[in-house]
């Protein structure tokens, strides 16, 4: 795109992306309400043991200033069971990867463009060689998708009070989710769940706060109840987006202590997204690290711990304040910021704040380096690792 010598586009050249996004969003926007068969959305896992797999996925914004590119082709499993720590800064892609999943991007102007979301809700059955069948989320269209929303897949955000309406009861917003979900659920059938729900989050006077507005708890409890919400259509899948960041530090840890407690009762798997590697540490199994809307590593948790390879994964390990430090030095921060994805240049995104910067990063994007099976890094640094591993 031409720019004029300020950096900012002309109102013509502004009008002229404009008129190209509205075409082609429209274009997306028709094939989400298309009558579809089943066969069309529907596809195998790689593996059967993961509940969710992301497949080169692309989730862009076409914006008058040109294509954010926010979810620019990342790759990763979430196995049956587990929990999956998803980190980076803040306007790394974190929330549009999460949102996706749930086919919530903000429309028109945010769209899934390419890639697959393979969800396995083990309702489908084997193919002829034994792969499980499942559902491709970007290919589903919107009617179709109200019946896994919600259910399968749940999501707990910041702020409850986003996702708790202020004029019901909790037990009435919660006895609606049983309702849609549960099959010939009746309305007592649908409190009593609630109830168990409210106690499975750790509120031992359930019958009561059943009862109450949500202005009548305290950030802590209603962020429990947001679990419960999450956790009454028994979802494969919960996304938890920042579940913590808005409450204080002791609650924080409750929070985190009952999500790990659900995860081990229900046997669904978490998406754990934060922006706090200590909370990753405490809490996930497997870690993927993002910047500027890619993978730059991921890992196991030990490996991540352990043996980080990234310059970002480092910058944001030194950047973990340490709990019982008596250190009176600031806190380390990585310098610069994470650019938004916007026009950006073909060569590693992390390159203006990296310190370990080589001549080869000026050549491209670092392919991905299998360090073992589990661990990879895209970075020039470990190219010889390959050759090591392969
Ligand atoms: N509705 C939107 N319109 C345009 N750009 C957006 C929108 N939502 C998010 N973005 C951009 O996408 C990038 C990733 O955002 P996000 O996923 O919210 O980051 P994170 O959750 O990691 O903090 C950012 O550059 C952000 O500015
Ligand atoms: S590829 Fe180069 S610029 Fe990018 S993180 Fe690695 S060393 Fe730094
Ligand atoms: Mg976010």
Known sequence: MKKQNSGMLSLKESRKISKE?????????????RKVDASFYTTTMHNNENVI???????????????VKSVNGISFDISKNSIVGLVGESGCGKSVTSLSIMQLVQAPQGQIVSGEIRFNNDTLGLDEEGHAKCFDIVKMPTDQMYKIRG??????FQEPMTSLNPVFTVGYQLDEVILLHQEGATKEIAKEKSIEMLKLVGISDAESVYKRYPHQLSGGMRQRVMIAMALAGNPKLIIADEPTTALDVTIQAQILELLKDVQKKTSASILLITHDLGVIAEMADYVVVMYAGRIVEKGTVLEIFENPLHPYTIGLQKSKPLINSDNDDPLYSIPGQVPNPINMLNTCFFKDRCERCIQKCETGYPNEIKVTKTHSVFCYLYEDVKEEVK
């Open 21 to 33: 996004n509205f075409r082609i969003t429209k274009e997306f926007e028709k094939n989400k309400k």
């Open 53 to 67: 797999e992301f497949d080169d996925l692309h989730t862009f914004f076409f914006t008058d200033l040109g294509v």
């Open 151 to 156: 259910k399968d897949i749940t999501m707990i």
